[in-house]
């Protein structure tokens, strides 16, 4: 019998979990090399793969990773792991409609690619990122163009992953750059920037910032909702935006008793699950903006994703 699953990373858990949404019991946990940050799911749902960013925040020092975790979501179970050494500190993650893996080396500013991942077992083409410390990217549904946000050069640069021949181009967008999401015809780039407190929508076509608004205090990450809105999420506040795409302007405000790190909405239902720093994940619906319920995680839940398994 199937059931819809929340799959999570618990970063300082140094785990991949299963959660079950109606229950929100935690039926399975995946060991893992400390600090596992992003992931993403093939469009089989038979694999996720995880970064090994290896540190437990971009404001930590270290080395950090240089591994992909694989893993085999109906078993339960580490696949395999992928060294793509020297490109280490694996943070942002995206596949393409073909099934290509990308992942971000924050380190060495560099997106390496992947062209059949279930197999590969290190990368088959690198680009450079066109910035410092290379956080996390947004990806065209073909994969012919990455966006990618850089924390210390405070740009955007875009990125032809398949054409190193093409030289990144890059905005400034305000300070520090990290939260990004593509409208649903690739032509506008939104992007959080965290030091300037402000949001920004980007023309993708000549990188060019269209129109700029304050945020709320230290906005980290920016999701797409699929009516149109916006969701940020805002760490130094602890608190939830819901923005209007065409103006910027805040159109309600939702307080929270912790700082959201991340979140991601259910395929089919007005809910987004959202991650919080007091080892709690919320229930949040989409069309009463109000949270629903909270369940219990491990330490510092993150990233996750609802599949039917």
Same mark, same amino acid.
Request: glycine content about 6%; proline content about 6%.
């Given at each position: ?159 032809? &992953? ?51 608004? &304050? ?85 510092? &839940? ?8």
């Amino acid at each position: 019998m199937t059931q819809e699953i929340l799959l999570l990373v618990e970063k300082c858990s140094h785990c991949f979990s299963y959660y079950a949404v109606e229950s929100g019991e935690r039926l399975h946990s995946i060991g893992l090399e400390d600090f596992p940050h992003e992931f993403v799911v093939d469009a089989a749902r038979r694999f996720a793969y995880v970064g090994h960013y290896g540190v437990e925040t971009s404001g930590h020092p270290g080395h950090g990773g240089t591994r992909i975790f694989q893993i085999d979501l109906a078993g339960r179970k580490l696949a395999r792991t992928i060294d793509i050494a020297p490109f280490n500190r694996v943070h942002g993650m995206q596949m393409d409609e073909q099934g290509r893996l990308y992942a971000l080396s924050e380190d060495r500013a560099q997106l390496v690619v992947l062209d059949h991942p279930e197999t590969d077992t290190a990368p088959r083409r690198a680009v450079p990122a066109g910035g410092i410390k290379s956080h996390l990217f947004a990806l065209t549904r073909d994969g012919q163009t990455a966006y990618v946000m850089n924390l210390l050069s405070h740009t955007v640069s875009k990125v032809r &992953p398949h054409d190193a021949t093409t030289l990144p181009v890059s905005c400034s967008p305000g300070d520090k750059p990290e939260g990004c999401a593509l409208s649903a015809d690739e032509k506008t780039l939104y992007v959080t920037n965290r030091w300037s407190n402000t949001l920004a929508a980007i023309d993708t076509a000549r990188m060019k910032v269209l129109r700029e608004a &304050p945020s709320r205090d230290d906005p980290t990450r920016i999701y797409l909702y699929r009516d149109g809105r916006l969701v940020v999420t805002n760490y130094g506040e602890r608190s939830l935006s819901v923005v209007d795409a065409a103006s910027l302007e805040e159109l309600a405000r939702i307080p929270m008793a912790a700082r959201p790190i991340a979140l991601s909405f259910h395929p089919t239902r007005p809910l987004a699950f959202v991650s919080q720093d007091n080892d709690k994940l919320g229930y949040f619906n989409m069309e009463t903006l109000a949270f629903e319920r909270f369940i219990a995680t491990q330490r510092e &839940p993150d990233v996750s994703c609802v599949v039917t398994l």
